[in-house]
């Protein structure tokens, strides 16, 4: 009867598996090592998740494409032609989709994250996994988007003349810093859309207003105030969406004290959310 | 080495039914933190304590569980709705913390807690079985391993490539339960889910079930069907409003479980049209079990004829209707099924009204015991079962040892499912000259 034990822990392979049952109250542990020991799930749940999204659809994967694209489309017409926004020296297409391409991703992550437990409700009702990897998979099951996304935004350089500079090596950290937002984020929603569905009718109205607050359709120059700055600062996908452009289109933006702000800002979130996660997880099965 | 593989002390499951468990919005919640404290306060001053002035009502769904299992039980978990049963199995896979008590369980464990969990209709019978497999706690080389017995196991091997939306239910069910049934943990615990598919599906469900506990795994099965208990499970244990109330072999228990009225007894009925099994053509009124002198019994001589007495209502005119039952014993058994064979009963359309047939089962046929009787009425030509109630009534045989039954004067155990009084001719044979 000594077989290998599957999903044991680290270190912990080949000894036998004890589950403790007991009752639980207040905070939880984050217990990251069995979410280590499931990872083989989350792979497979970040696939279907990929698989299936695009599948009803006609345009299928081009979605992940046209979203952005579209954005971009209305946005250069409206605020870089009518408005005249400026955008640091770049032509206004480019710099407002270097920004749509995180942004996207954000803002998806946010809708289909909060949502995460309530469509797999079934799954969490039937069978024991850690509770944390369902939100995880749908968050990064957006990289697949980002990753055509970005594609098309070196083909969109290309075809400006617009060529990336030497710190286009920095792009994947401040794309990391986008994931780890938008997990906390997800996070935080996912936990309360199970105990308060006014979560859904919030999300597009928060997500309109995270992205006024963050330097998407307009340069964050025209934010001058140091104290003001700061503030801004705190909003992680201000590094984000700065990072990108400095990176790619060499745009006056290099990440200074404001970029160490947005990584304290997004690590604050996604370590609350774990926990906070966490502390709601052993409701689901009853409320969901 | 320590053999016991779970051991539960003392769970205990509380949910609150005052407050609403569900859906709630903010602004409830806010309204209800804001008033909950000046009710509980006013409350006081009117002099109630302080939990009657809480707003929570609660209803224990498990109080006090204790037991141990040992590795390779297969334990049967049995009780009417509402006893605790599901709540117990969702404690136990960690689906749900206990209020109180703690368990403590050694080794890999696996739920199916239903079937079909983790498949999702846009992806492919192979895309399934990797996805489903890895959702119930399998590894990607385990499940390589298993693909090709699992793949015929459901019998869809030309589909294995289509959509699942494209399958039949059946084809859907079968593939379901045929990645369920390859879940290869040491510790299984499985909520009535051999309930679906055609019947020759569920009786290889039910092998492969058998095959598990024979493989020295632990099982726990919660089940409906005595037979099945009966069948599969050594041991069982009955709840009743969350408690352990019997805990032994499972002939034992199931028989407690019948002979308690919670489960089946030898006599139901049904009242009120729209609760009655059935159609609109035909709906069971009851059903009877009783001894040669129209008696209802539940223990019955071996050696005496028993009536199984089903009672129907007609609703339309102008079909034939032929009443049946099935048989089943505590082991699990099908002994048999028969119906009315009669011309009138296959041919002639019934005309509305009251019905009573009886069937008769010889005396000296059956062995001791429990017997399970599920009744149908159904019209043969074409076929059609219009109402098929499982597990409808039990009883017990009993052999009195007064020497005239086919126990004769031997008092041990004898095995077989039917018991009959066969007469016997000896006659001695001349030996061959040579």
């Known amino acids: ?288 | 080495m320590n053999d016991v593989v779970m051991r539960a002390s003392g769970l205990s499951k509380e949910y609150r039914i005052g407050k609403v468990i569900g859906t709630r919005s903010i602004r409830e919640s806010v309204m209800n933190s804001v008033s909950a404290p000046w009710r509980k306060l006013s409350g006081l001053v009117r002099g109630q304590s302080a939990a009657a002035a809480g707003l929570d009502e609660s209803l224990w769904a498990l109080e006090d569980i204790s037991f141990e299992i040992r590795r390779g039980e297969v334990v049967g978990l049995i009780g009417r709705n509402g006893a605790g049963k599901s709540t117990l199995l969702k404690v136990l896979s960690k689906l749900t913390p206990p209020t109180r008590g703690e368990a403590e369980i050694v080794g890999r464990m696996g739920s199916l807690l239903e079937v079909g969990t983790g498949f999702h209709s846009e992806l492919t019978g192979r895309e399934n079985i990797f996805l489903a497999g890895s959702i119930l706690g399998m590894r990607r080389d385990e499940i390589r391993h298993r693909f090709d017995e699992i793949v015929s196991f459901a019998e869809v091997e030309k589909f294995i490539d289509t959509p699942a939306k494209h399958y039949s239910s059946g084809m859907y069910m079968r593939l379901a339960f045929a990645v369920a049934a390859h879940l290869d943990t040491e510790i299984l615990l499985v909520d009535e889910v051999l309930a679906v598919g055609d019947t020759s599906f569920q009786k290889r469900c039910l092998n492969k079930m058998e095959e598990a506990g024979r493989d020295g795994r632990t099982v726990i099965f919660v089940s409906h069907s005595m037979p099945t208990i009966t069948r599969l499970c050594s041991r069982a244990i009955m709840l009743d409003g969350g408690r352990v109330q019997v805990d032994g072999p499972s002939a034992e228990v199931v028989g407690q479980y019948l002979r308690s009225g919670h489960g089946t007894t030898a006599h139901r009925t049904w009242d009120g049209e729209t609760r009655r099994p059935g159609n609109d053509v035909v709906r069971l009124c009851g059903v009877r079990v009783h001894d040669g002198q129209l008696a209802t019994s539940e223990a019955l001589d071996i050696r005496r004829p028993i009536g199984i007495e089903i009672d129907y209502e007609v609703l339309t005119p102008g079909t034939a209707l032929q009443p049946g039952i099935h048989v089943h014993n505590d082991r699990g058994d099908h002994l048999f099924c028969a119906g009315d064979t009669t011309h009138e009963a296959r041919q002639v359309p019934k005309d509305p009204g009251r019905y009573q047939s009886i069937a008769w089962i010889p005396g000296n046929l059956l062995s001791e015991g429990v017997h399970i009787v599920s009744a149908a009425v159904s019209t043969t030509d074409p076929l059609q079962v219009h109402l098929f109630e499982r597990d409808a009534v039990a009883f017990q045989v009993i052999d009195t040892m007064d020497g005239d039954s086919a126990r004769g004067d031997y008092g041990g155990w004898i095995s077989g499912a039917v018991r009959p009084l066969l007469e016997w001719s000896t006659a001695r044979q001349p030996v061959a000259a040579g």
């Open chain 1, 1 to 288: 009867m000594d077989r290998v034990i599957p999903n044991a822990p680290p270190g912990g392979l080949n000894r036998t598996m004890v589950h403790h049952i007991r009752p639980q109250r207040g905070w939880a542990r984050l217990d990251l090592g069995e979410l280590w020991a499931y990872r083989e799930l989350l792979g497979f749940l970040i696939w279907r998740d990929v698989k299936v999204r695009y599948k009803q659809t006609v345009l299928g994967a081009s979605w992940a494409i046209l979203q952005p694209l579209f954005t971009m489309l209305v946005f250069t017409l409206f605020f870089g032609r009518l408005a005249g926004i400026p955008s640091d020296g770049v032509p206004y297409a480019l710099f407002a989709f270097a920004a749509l391409v995180p942004w996207t991703f954000f803002a998806n992550a946010l809708l289909l994250g909060s949502t995460s437990i309530v469509e797999n409700a079934n799954l969490i009702k039937k069978v024991y996994f850690p509770r944390l990897i369902v939100p995880i998979a749908t968050v990064l099951s957006g990289t697949v988007d980002f990753i055509l996304a970005f594609i098309v935004l070196l083909g969109l350089m290309l075809g400006y003349g617009v060529f990336p500079t030497e710190n286009v090596i920095y792009v994947p950290l401040f794309f990391a810093l986008a994931l780890v937002t938008s997990l906390g984020v997800g996070l935080w929603l996912a936990a309360m859309n199970v105990q308060f569905r006014d979560v859904r009718y919030a999300i597009p109205f928060l997500t309109q207003l995270w992205m006024f607050s963050t330097p998407v359709v307009y340069p964050s120059s025209l934010i001058a105030d140091p104290f003001w700055r700061a503030i801004y600062g705190l909003n992680p996908m201000v590094g984000v969406v700065e990072g990108f452009r400095w990176s790619l289109l060499g745009t006056d933006t290099a990440p200074g004290a404001a970029i160490a702000l947005s990584a304290v800002g997004a690590v604050v979130i996604a370590v609350s959310g774990l926990f906070y996660f966490r502390r709601l997880e052993k409701t689901f099965v009853d409320v969901v």
